[in-house]
Structures are given as structure tokens and as C-alpha cells.
């Protein structure tokens, strides 16, 4: 089967940055997404990686480690706006994890 | 930006009914999915559907859901007789190209939430 773990929730200051881990054990692993939601609505695609690193996009950056089996989604000058839950997923269909509550506190 | 819409946003029903659910996802995708999310869980993934056939299906996709693409802009998700069970936010995603790896951002509409009395 699949499985990825995630915190269940996250909390942070304005201006801060914050670390949101994932780690996963599945078959045939080809990349790591993340994807945002706010209050229930609509998944948004963050970010995707193939490939060992840190992938930056803006304020948010994702890394992969294939041999640990782990990745993060790193959000760098957290914003109000940011609060939302963050999922990490794999597969073309998507499994996804338990999602990550993120709450920004002025 | 091209959008996902979904329809209706709220859908109450009481048990045993049918429901129907519509989507119409952006009209150069060619690659279309359903997911759904009970309240204050992760989002599971139901279908997935290329070609005008089922490409995979999770063991949530028994026989009482079914996914049809009526014409070249709809794509609708059936629950034959509904449960309680089936109360949850219903996601559909489409994607322009096959995404078996993942690596195509699936676009999501913004969910029809079924409630089932």
C-alpha cells in the first residue's frame, strides 16, 4: 500500500518561516506534490519533485530525499494568506496525505 | 485562468436517492478525475477517466457510484443510492496530459458538498 504522514498541525508567526515535513512509503515512487487548501475549498498545486534537492518557487521552496524517503515544503515569509492546509501527494492519481493545518498568528 | 467548475455547490438528499453531480473541467484536458472528502479528513481519490472509459478506480468506487461523459463538456459523477457514508466534499480535477507520475498539476473545481439525511 501507500502511506505518507504529515503533522496534523503547524503554527507560526507572520514573517516567520516554517517547515512542513512528509514522509512516505509507497511503490513505485516517481515524485512528491504538495498542494494547498483553504477552508475546504479547491486543492491548489504547489510544487512537484522528481528529483533529490530543493525545487524554489517565490516564498515556498519543496525538497526531496528519495533515499529517506521524506520531502518538505518550506514557506519563507509567512503571510496571513498562508493559513491553509498543505497536503503532500504521490501518483498520478493522487493519494494524498492526512494534511497539515497551518495557522499564522500575527 | 481557465476553471474547474463543479455544480451544484450544495447538494442535500435523503438516503437511497440517486445524486448526480456535474463537472465541467477545462476544455483542453483530456485527462479527468473524482475525489472526495469527508469533513475534517484527507482528500481520497475515487476515478480516474480518459477516452471516455475508467482508467482506475479506487475500492471507495463500488458499484453504486459510475462516471460518464454525456458530451464534450460535462463529466458527471452518480451515486445510485446514496448512504450516510457518502456525505462528504466532492472533488473534480482534470489534467491536459496523463499524469501517472504525477507530474502534471491536476486542476481542481471548487467541490460540491453532498449531504445525505
Known amino acids: 500500500g501507500q502511506s505518507l504522514e504529515q503533522p496534523s498541525e503547524v503554527t507560526a508567526v507572520e514573517g516567520a518561516i516554517v517547515q512542513i515535513n512528509c514522509t512516505y512509503q509507497?511503490?513505485?515512487?516517481?515524485?512528491l506534490s504538495w498542494y494547498q487548501q483553504h477552508d475546504g475549498g479547491a486543492p491548489t498545486f504547489l510544487s512537484y519533485?522528481?528529483?533529490?534537492g530543493l525545487e524554489e518557487t517565490g516564498r515556498f521552496s519543496s525538497f526531496l530525499s528519495r533515499s529517506d524517503s521524506y520531502g518538505y515544503l518550506l514557506l519563507q515569509e509567512l503571510q496571513m494568506k498562508d493559513s491553509a492546509s498543505y497536503f503532500c501527494?504521490?501518483?498520478?492519481?493522487?493519494?494524498f496525505g492526512q494534511g497539515t493545518e497551518l495557522s499564522v498568528k500575527p | 485562468e481557465p476553471e474547474v467548475t463543479q455544480t451544484p455547490s450544495h447538494q442535500v438528499t435523503q438516503m437511497g436517492q440517486e445524486v448526480i453531480l456535474r463537472c465541467v473541467p477545462i476544455?483542453?484536458?483530456?485527462?479527468f478525475y473524482w475525489y472526495r472528502q469527508i469533513l475534517g479528513q484527507k482528500v481520497e481519490f475515487l476515478v480516474s477517466?480518459?477516452?471516455?472509459?475508467?482508467?482506475?478506480k479506487s475500492e471507495i468506487f463500488d458499484d453504486q457510484f459510475s462516471v460518464e461523459r454525456p458530451d464534450g463538456s460535462n463529466f458527471t459523477l452518480k451515486i445510485r443510492s446514496t448512504k450516510l457514508e457518502d456525505s462528504a466534499m466532492y472533488f473534480c480535477?482534470?489534467?491536459?496530459?496523463?499524469?501517472?507520475?504525477?507530474?502534471?498539476?491536476?486542476?481542481f473545481g471548487d467541490g460540491t458538498r453532498l449531504s445525505i439525511l
Open positions: 519533485n522528481a528529483l533529490d
Open positions: 480535477a482534470s489534467t491536459q496530459q496523463v499524469s501517472y507520475r504525477g507530474n502534471q498539476p491536476q486542476h
Open positions: 501527494a504521490v501518483g498520478g492519481k493522487l493519494i
Open positions: 476544455s483542453n484536458h483530456l485527462y
Open positions: 509507497t511503490s513505485g515512487f516517481y515524485g
Open positions: 477517466f480518459y477516452n471516455n472509459e475508467i482508467s482506475e
